[in-house]
């Protein structure tokens, strides 16, 4: 059992609900919800908000099943990269605009050649 299906179970339990009254309090397929509960499968980003708002949890408890749901579904090592990637990208861009207004630029640095974008999902 997956971490992400781990959570959901926690949370539906604190609910002192079944799967089955769950599903009928909240419109949420039965099957759908006892397969993400168990780990068999993994729902559609859809389905994991509309249980998020169903069982009521706090932002900070949906953070961290969306989270858990993002690592599930491509892999921890993945997620973790981007994380790494995305805070170099602010920490560059940062610098950038505090170098632009100031001493120096990043486009004048001898490791510097190309173009600077923050767009990471763009595809080559």
């Known amino acids: 059992m997956s ?6 179970r926690e949370y539906l339990k604190n609910t002192g609900e079944t799967v089955y009254q769950l599903s009928a309090s909240s419109g ?3 099957t759908s919800l006892q397969r993400m509960i168990t780990g068999k499968r993994l729902p559609g980003m859809d389905f994991v908000r509309q249980f998020c708002d169903s069982i009521r949890i706090n932002p900070s408890q949906r ?12 892999g ?3 997620y973790y990269n ?3 990637i995305q805070e ?5 861009s940062t610098q950038q605009m505090l170098f632009s207004s100031g001493f120096h630029s990043l486009t004048s640095l001898p490791f510097y050649s190309g173009d600077f974008s ?3 999902e763009k595809k080559f």
């Open 3 to 8: 971490d992400f299906s781990s959570k959901c």
């Open 28 to 30: 949420l397929d039965r």
């Open 63 to 74: 953070q961290e099943l969306i989270e858990l749901y993002k690592i599930e579904k491509i």
């Open 76 to 78: 921890k090592e993945i």
């Open 82 to 84: 981007r994380k790494y």
């Open 88 to 92: 170099l990208l602010r920490v560059i």
């Open 118 to 120: 923050l767009d990471v």
